[in-house]
Nanobody
Framework: VQLQASGGGLVQAGGSLRLSCAASGSIFSINTVAWNRQAPGTQRDMVAAITSGGSTKYADSVKGRFTISGDNAKKTVYLQMNSLKPEDTAAYYC??????????????WGQGTLVTVSS
């Protein structure tokens, strides 16, 4: 299983970016996908998560600004980030809890995509 994260870049404060996390491989189903972020010198924290049923949760710091959504047919999860702030600058990682074709459940991580918000 591979998780391909993309969409990061440099944006001015107040701007928007949309991150994508595309899953591929021998996947039977995906239970949950989460976006996490890590700024230099800090721990990695959950930003937003979505379940297969469409339930979502967000970190308090991004509520009202970020929206997580999924396209089951494309096995892709998006993170729409609006009203970006310099403190949103971080490497963003997607992670998925996946049920494999053989029935075993695993957690997978994608590579990071860097988001830089200038003031």
């Amino acid at each position: 299983v591979q998780l391909q994260a993309s969409g990061g870049g440099l944006v001015q404060a107040g701007g928007s970016l949309r991150l994508s996390c595309a899953a591929s491989g021998s996947i039977f189903s995906i239970n949950t996908v989460a976006w996490n972020r890590q700024a230099p010198g800090t721990q990695r924290d959950m930003v937003a998560a979505i379940t297969s049923g469409g339930s979502t949760k967000y970190a308090d710091s991004v509520k009202g600004r970020f929206t997580i959504s999924g396209d089951n047919a494309k096995k892709t999860v998006y993170l729409q980030m609006n009203s970006l702030k310099p403190e949103d600058t971080a490497a963003y990682y997607c992670a998925a809890n996946v049920v494999m074709l053989g029935g075993t459940e695993y957690d997978f991580w994608g590579q990071g995509t860097l988001v830089t918000v200038s003031s």
